[in-house]
Every structure is written in C-alpha cells, then in structure tokens.
C-alpha cells in the first residue's frame, strides 16, 4: 500500500465504514450500533448483502450508502471521517485499519484476527468485541481520547510497500552474498 497517497483534513463528524458488502464484514452490528447512537455513519462499498444491510438502515437518516467509491472518493473519505469502523470477521491483515491510519484516523476495529497487529488501542484505535454495545462502547471511548494524526500516520507508514521493498531487497543482498 502506498501510503503517500492518503492525507488528513479535518472531520466532519462522520465514522466510515469501507469494505466490501458482505455479511462476513459484520456491517449489520455497526448499523444497528448507529441506529442506537444516532451519530452519522457512511458506509463506503457495494456487496451481495447491500439489500439486507440498506433494509436495516431503512428510515435512518444518520445513515448514509455511498455505493461503490472510487479510490479518490474513498481517500477523501477516509481524510475527512472522524475514525473509521471495522469488524470483518477472521481478517487477516485489514487493509482498512492500515488506510485509515495513512490519513491520520483512528479505526475502531474488532478485537480479533489482523487488526490485532495493525491497531495499538489507544495509539492509533480502539478494540471492540463484535456485537453493537461494545461497538458503542468503543466509539464513546474513542471520543473521549485526544488522537495525534501524524503518530497515526507514522504508524500506517510501517506498511507501506516502499519499506516492504527495501526490507526484501536487503534481506536478498544479505542471502546473495
């Protein structure tokens, strides 16, 4: 991931959710924690289980579908978002979490699979378990902590692919010679 690309604005009181639609990404549990909270939520993709997840939704306005965004809409986004929300089920790397740290936000991300090592609670998100009162819970906590962006975004920079490059090539020249 080229982290160069992402950049940080001000926010404009909206938590993003990005991911694909699709049930194994647990976007049910943050529109029912929305529904709840009444904060604003936008949620950013398209799946097979954007019927189901719009019928949720149905009736709030707090809650808004973007569709499919295209990558300049996405980092937008993701600039302008006050944390972004994720709660994929056995992720293994969570690029979300990864991105939204790029742009300087924090990720309220479930306690589970690879937002485990992508996420430092406190430093650059917050953990949940995935059901909407920790999700609440989590967000209320979030709130209440002063985030640094340019630790967030020094943060997101470890994987950038850059490093990855440079980590491989000295690690060939090391088996090389």
Same mark, same amino acid.
């Given at each position: !991931?080229? /982290?160069?690309?992402?950049?940080?604005?001000?926010?404009? *009181?909206?938590?993003?959710? &990005?991911?694909?639609?699709?049930? #194994?990404?647990? $976007?049910?549990? !943050?529109?029912?924690?929305?529904?709840?909270?009444? @904060?604003?939520?936008?949620?950013?993709?398209?799946?097979?289980?954007?019927?189901?997840?719009?019928?949720? &939704?149905?009736?709030?306005?707090?809650?808004?579908?973007?569709?499919?965004?295209?990558?300049?809409?996405? /980092?937008?986004?993701?600039?302008?978002? /006050?944390? /972004?929300? &994720?709660?994929?089920?056995?992720?293994?790397?969570?690029?979300?979490?990864?991105?939204?740290? &790029?742009?300087?936000?924090?990720? $309220?991300?479930?306690?589970?699979? *690879?937002? #485990?090592?992508?996420?430092?609670?406190?430093?650059?998100?917050?953990?949940?378990?995935?059901?909407?009162?920790?999700?609440?819970?989590?967000?209320?906590?979030?709130?209440? $902590?002063?985030?640094?962006? @340019?630790? $967030? !975004?020094?943060?997101?920079?470890?994987?950038?692919?850059?490093?990855?490059?440079?980590?491989?090539?000295?690690?060939?020249?090391?088996? !090389?010679?």
């Amino acid at each position: !991931m080229d /982290t160069r690309k992402f950049f940080n604005r001000k926010s404009e *009181g909206f938590y993003l959710s &990005a991911s694909r639609l699709d049930e #194994l990404k647990r $976007i049910d549990i !943050m529109i029912e924690a929305f529904i709840r909270n009444g @904060k604003e939520l936008v949620i950013a993709g398209s799946g097979p289980d954007e019927k189901r997840l719009r019928q949720i &939704a149905e009736g709030h306005e707090n809650i808004r579908f973007t569709g499919a965004a295209s990558e300049k809409e996405l /980092t937008g986004l993701y600039s302008r978002c /006050t944390a /972004t929300l &994720a709660a994929a089920r056995d992720e293994d790397f969570g690029l979300v979490a990864v991105e939204s740290m &790029a742009a300087g936000k924090p990720c $309220i991300a479930v306690n589970e699979g *690879g937002f #485990l090592e992508t996420v430092k609670d406190g430093k650059s998100g917050v953990f949940f378990q995935p059901d909407m009162d920790s999700l609440n819970s989590a967000i209320e906590r979030a709130e209440k $902590i002063k985030w640094n962006p @340019k630790a $967030i !975004m020094k943060e997101a920079k470890k994987y950038d692919t850059r490093l990855f490059e440079k980590k491989m090539k000295r690690i060939a020249r090391k088996v !090389m010679h």
